[in-house]
Nanobody
Framework: QVQLVESGGGLVQAGGSLRLSCAASGRTVSMDYMAWFRQAPGKEREFVAAINWSGGSTYYTDSMKGRFTISRDGAKNTVYLQMNSLKPEDSAVYYC??????????????????WGQGTQVTVSS
């Protein structure tokens, strides 16, 4: 079992930055991949970024254009999402996810069996 708690969301003006954190507890020694997804009202839950826990390989959607960076701190069992040059269209609830049994679909919501409660990010014009 893995428990995930997101933090760091809030209100920011367009062009600003936020760093989201996701603290993991439980069977963290077995974590394989962790990821960030986001969901705006009336929209599908959208893949943002993923990271391999042991190796550190990262994966992003093409639309991010280098604005977002996912990273990890193994000592703190925490994954981060650094978001720069934020746009109003980035407004969403951001969810942290983890899998202990990676099957090769890092950008698919069905890959992950553990989810946090989400943290709200609102970007104003």
């Amino acid at each position: 079992q893995v428990q995930l708690v997101e933090s760091g969301g809030g209100l920011v003006q367009a062009g600003g930055s936020l760093r989201l954190s996701c603290a993991a507890s439980g069977r963290t020694v077995s974590m394989d991949y962790m990821a960030w997804f986001r969901q705006a009202p009336g929209k599908e839950r959208e893949f943002v970024a993923a990271i391999n826990w042991s190796g550190g390989s990262t994966y992003y959607t093409d639309s991010m254009k280098g604005r977002f960076t996912i990273s990890r701190d193994g000592a703190k069992n925490t994954v981060y999402l650094q978001m720069n040059s934020l746009k109003p269209e980035d407004s969403a609830v951001y969810y942290c996810a983890a899998t202990l049994r990676y099957r090769g679909r890092y950008n698919n919501v069905h890959e992950y069996e553990y989810w946090g409660q989400g943290t709200q990010v609102t970007v104003s014009s």
